[in-house]
């Protein structure tokens, strides 16, 4: 009994170190991932508020003491970051404006209502995705260079106030998800599909609406290739343009260019912790539906 | 193709037949509801596709009208040693950051569903450097990887390995850039675990009851069951190394001697520094073949490994 009691303890607790250890190890290897998934961002901050011969330093000053703002004021001065964020600002929330009101209406088209060539046209709009940019790039230039748009942004927002496939794609998905049921009564109440589309289904898909403009703002903050073709005049540059423009001619400072892609990059990562939730289920939603 | 199609068109719901008079009527709304896209599609996406069909049959830099030649850009295209060398490190770009990233990816997607603490914050570490800019991380890891003052070459004398010259290096360069890319995979991560919450526990209970281990559980449940999201992931990761641009037009400009001049890269060269509009646009085309062929290969043999339940 005895043997039998001891026996089972030392298996019960071989068990439970087994487990804990196996805990451990996950989170050990956890740990070390995340870490070398946030030191990039961590040295990129450091390196921006450290004078230069601290830059070079081994072992490396981790944290410096005290930190060095200079490189911020010294970066501004040489290139007109503010102007850059302006226009990037302006440029996004104009293409999450344009986005929001096209890409919602004809999701609406396919998600909400029964006709005869939707699939054939909703299966064509998939298709679009897997045109790479570099197929429609040059006649693009040469249709918006005989509009005389380039230099503007005009070739980078008009685009979007006529949809975009993968923003359809999503709400589409979303608006599936409504009840029937919603439509009908307020069909049978005499309401007509703008009525039913503005009051009923936009307010019921406000997450997904916040989804797409996030992911749309990200995207006009980030495109890099668009802008390079496009604009041309320093004045009007985004800020991923201007930070590829500053790179060229101050190669090898690293404390401003650090502290330059530290502002290019600061926005954006605020944005992302404050609206994390709904930008984490917008990721596992276009996902799961394709 | 028609599986895929199947799965995002969602199940028909069984309802009764509207009157044709409504019929009628939908069809004009739904028409209009859709028509910004139709009206986009044609303007600037189906013109454009064809357009440059057109112009990589000619000799064209946007001064002059286009002159047709022929297949003139193609012969010459099979005749330039970049071309080839653009094709090549986009290739192998793609044969090895595709089936790393996707490894990588879903092993940590697995460690974060295995009801870890604290899975909220990875997932968010994970994820956090794949919102900053492109052109940002670029400088970034420029710095990282800089022979003579950066932190990765500094750690590893420091503990006593030889650094092999990253950016600076023909034999490294690419491998460098995988490595850049691979951290920033934190979209197929959070895609992976999300498919990975979605698998039932019954399936894993199960499994136990019949004596699998945590691997097997891994490699008879879980891959099967994730399978079409491994495939969505896959081809947007193919899609996109074949498009692989930003991150070799700020930190390398192609060198050293080429060996990092990617295929997209080589192609905006073309079309925007030469004024080789001809050339680029088959270029362009030969890039949209590729792109097509490596896709349906991908979809032809996604028959023998995904798993779509029960609804096919």
């Known amino acids: 009994m005895v043997i039998l009691e001891r026996n089972l303890s030392a298996r019960y607790s071989s068990r439970r170190f087994k487990l804990m250890t196996a805990s451990t190890i996950k989170h050990l290897v956890l740990i070390l991932l995340a870490i070398s998934f946030v030191f990039p961002m961590f040295w990129m901050m450091s390196t921006s508020v450290k004078p230069d011969f601290e830059q070079l330093r081994w072992p490396p000053v981790w944290i410096p003491n ?3 703002f200079s490189n911020y004021p010294n970066a ?43 699939n054939f046209l909703f299966i064509l709009m998939l298709a679009t995705m897997m045109l790479p ?88 903050w980030n495109d890099f290739l668009g802008p390079l073709i496009y604009l041309n005049d320093q004045s009007t540059f985004t800020i991923s343009l201007g930070l590829q423009n500053y790179v ?32 984490i289920q917008g990721i596992s939603l276009s996902g799961l539906k394709g | 193709m028609s599986t895929t199609v199947n799965v995002v068109m969602g199940k028909k719901s069984v309802k009764p037949k509207p009157s044709r008079a409504r019929l009628r009527r939908n069809r004009l709304i739904g028409w209009l509801f859709i028509s910004p896209w139709i009206i986009g599609f044609l303007a600037f996406a189906l013109y454009p596709f064809i357009a440059s069909l057109f112009y990589s049959f000619t000799n064209y830099n946007i001064l ?17 040693p970049l071309f080839w060398q653009s094709l090549y490190n986009t290739l192998y770009y793609t044969v090895v950051f595709v089936p790393i990233s996707t490894v990588i990816a879903i092993a940590i997607a697995l460690l ?26 670029s400088i970034l890891w420029v710095w990282l990887f800089n022979p003579s003052f950066g932190f990765i070459d500094a750690f590893l004398r420091a503990i006593g390995l030889p650094a092999p010259g990253w950016l600076y290096s023909d034999a490294w360069v690419k491998p460098s850039l995988v490595l850049m890319s691979l951290w920033g995979i934190g979209q197929p991560i959070v895609i992976y675990l999300a498919g990975l919450q979605g698998v039932p526990n019954d399936l894993y209970e199960a499994a136990v009851l019949e004596g699998a281990n945590t691997w097997q559980r891994v490699w008879y449940v879980t891959i099967p069951m994730i399978s079409p999201v491994i495939l969505f992931n896959v081809i947007l990761g193919l899609i996109g190394s074949f498009q ?58 996604s028959a023998r490994w995904v798993y779509y339940g029960g609804e096919q």
């Open chain 1, 66 to 68: 005290p930190f060095d």
């Open chain 2, 244 to 301: 692989y641009f930003t991150q070799a037009y700020v930190m390398t400009q192609g060198g050293p001697d080429n060996s990092s001049l990617f295929f997209a890269l080589y192609l905006y060269q073309q079309a925007f520094q030469c004024l080789h509009l001809g050339y680029a646009s088959a270029m362009a085309w030969l890039l949209f073949v590729l792109i097509l062929v490596a896709t349906l290969f991908v979809f032809r043999s």
């Open chain 1, 133 to 220: 940019f570099q197929v429609t790039m040059v006649p693009l230039f040469v249709l918006f260079k005989t509009l005389g748009w380039v230099g503007s942004y005009k070739p980078l927002i008009v685009p979007t106030f006529f949809g975009s496939a993968f923003n359809i794609f999503l709400l589409r998905q979303f608006f599936m998800t409504i009840p029937n049921s919603l439509s009908e009564a307020a069909y049978i109440d005499g309401a007509n599909e703008l009525v039913i589309f503005w009051r009923i289904i936009i307010p019921l898909a406000k997450p997904a609406l916040a989804t797409v403009a996030l992911f749309q703002f990200i995207y006009g």
């Open chain 1, 248 to 279: 060229s001619s101050y190669g090898t400072q690293w404390g401003l260019l650090m502290a330059a892609s530290t502002v290019a990059t600061l926005p954006i990562v605020v944005l992302f912790f404050l609206a994390q939730k709904t930008f």
């Open chain 1, 76 to 118: 501004m001065n040489f290139e007109p970051f503010f102007q850059y964020i302006t226009n990037t600002l302006v440029y996004c929330v104009l293409t999450v404006v344009g986005t929001l009101v096209s890409s919602t209406l004809v999701a609406y088209g396919f998600a909400r209502i029964d006709w005869p060539e939707k």
């Open chain 2, 64 to 80: 002059s009208p286009p002159q047709w030649i022929g297949g003139q850009n193609y012969q010459q295209m099979i005749k330039d």
């Open chain 2, 112 to 137: 974060l569903n295995m009801k870890i603490k604290g899975l909220a914050i990875y997932r968010t570490l994970f994820y956090l450097p794949s919102v900053v800019p492109l052109v940002a991380s």
